[in-house]
C-alpha cells in the first residue's frame, strides 16, 4: 500500500497487509495444488473475456492469472493489498514481457475508480479473506458495467471444514493465520444474488472447499 492507501487502511486490512507480505516469496515458489482444475478455471474465465475488454483483478497475489488472461483482453488492472505479491507479480509480468497488466497495491475496500469501468472482474481465493464479503460484492457490482462478469473461486469453509472455526482465532494469534471468514456456499450465493447478481456458472473440483462461481451483473431490464 502507498503511504495515503495506508491512512484509509482499517488495522484488520493492515494486518492482512503484513500477513501477505510475510507469505509472498513462499506462495511464489508453490506449485499450484491442483493443475487440473487450475486450468479448467482458466478456461471457464477465458469462455467470458474478449479482446477489447476491461478487466480488473482484486487480490491478484503473485500475478500469475493475470499474466495468463492478458493475452485474451485489451487491459486488466491487477490489484492485491500486499506490496510484496505486486513486487514479484510486477517482475514476473515483465519477464514475461506482458505490457497489458497494471499491477497496483490497493485494498479491495480502497480502489478508487469511477462506477462501471470494467467488462469482467476476477477475486480468486479471496472472498473469503476480507472482512465483509457483501460490502466487496457492491464494490464489484458498481464497478462492474451491466451484464459484466464476476468470476470468483472462494473457500466455503462452512460446508466442510468445521474444524476451522476453532483452531482460525488461534492460528490468527500466532500470526500463521491470516484474516479467514467461515461461511457456505448457500451463504456466498445469496450475497451474490442480494448484490445484483445472476450465477451463471458454479463448480467445485473434488475435494475441495473453493467453489469457483461466474455471476453476471443484472441489467436492470427484466
Ligand atoms: C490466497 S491469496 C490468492 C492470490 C491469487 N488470487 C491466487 O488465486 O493465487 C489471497 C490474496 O488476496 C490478497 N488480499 C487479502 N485481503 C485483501 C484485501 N482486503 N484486498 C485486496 N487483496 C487482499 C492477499 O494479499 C493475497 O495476495
Redesign the pocket.
Known sequence: MTEADDRTATSQ?RS??RF?DRMAAR?AKRPITDQAAYETKLRITRDHLRHDMQVLE????TG??AIAHAPYVAHIRA????PM?IEIARAKAAESGIANVAFECV???DIAVPDESFDAVLA???LH??EDRDAAIARVAALLKPGGAFVT?TACLADGMKWFRLVAPIGRFFGVI?LVRIFGKADLEGSLTRGGFTIVQEWQPKNNAAVFIVAVKDTGAD
Open positions: 486490512t492482512s497487509a501477505w506462495y482484486l487480490g491478484c497475489g500469475s492469472t490489484t492485491d493489498i500486499s505479491m485494498a479491495v475496500e480468486l481465493n479471496l479473506l476480507v473461486s491470516p
